[in-house]
């Protein structure tokens, strides 16, 4: 396995000094058992959530100071009372050109090609797992004879929100 032959990586931690730049430690692997390496790459996920969790609290911080500020600015809440009142007319407008015939329709066709598009990525998605699972190929050519590379994103969600 590639991972247990050569195995490093960096942390990302937070130093609680003024910097708030994120600092980077790199640790080489203690041994080449894969046990070991699943372990450092735990510690490493748990590692970079938590730092998820700083850099969120942090940006929490300063988007509720710069929030303030825009608040406090009269010029700012008089262009925004504006720019709301604008986008009330233009809501109301894009309403009743929806009540044309065509637009309707139009805007109704539109509903549906997202909604199908949707679907068949989803499908498509579904069919390159199981291709890749089957044939040990992550490539592939399409009609156009465009070769694309199948990719696949992996992330982190509670497990409570998907219950």
């Known amino acids: ?7 490093r990586y960096s942390l990302l931690t937070m130093d609680d000094s ?9 640790q080489p692997n203690t041994g080449n058992d894969e046990a070991s390496v699943v372990m450092n790459m735990e510690s490493m996920i748990k ?6 969790e700083k850099f969120k ?18 010029t ?4 925004s009372e504006a720019a709301k009142a604008a986008a009330k007319i233009k809501s109301a407008t894009k309403q009743q050109v929806l009540k044309q015939p065509q637009a309707a ?3 109704n066709k539109v509903k549906i090609l997202r909604s199908e598009l949707k679907e068949n990525k989803a499908s498509l998605s579904d069919y390159l797992r199981e291709f890749q699972r089957m044939s040990g190929i992550s490539e592939i050519e399409g009609h156009d004879g465009e070769i694309r590379e199948i990719v696949f994103t992996a992330k982190l969600v509670n497990k409570s929100s998907r219950l």
């Open 76 to 79: 700012y809440q008089e262009h």
């Open 18 to 26: 003024d910097n708030k730049e994120p600092q980077v430690a790199t």
């Open 57 to 74: 609290e942090e940006l929490g911080k300063h988007q509720d100071l710069l929030n303030a500020i825009f608040e406090n600015d009269s």
């Open 1 to 7: 396995m590639f991972l247990g032959k050569c195995f």
């Open 47 to 52: 590692t970079l959530i938590a730092s998820q």
């Open 105 to 107: 329709d139009l805007a």
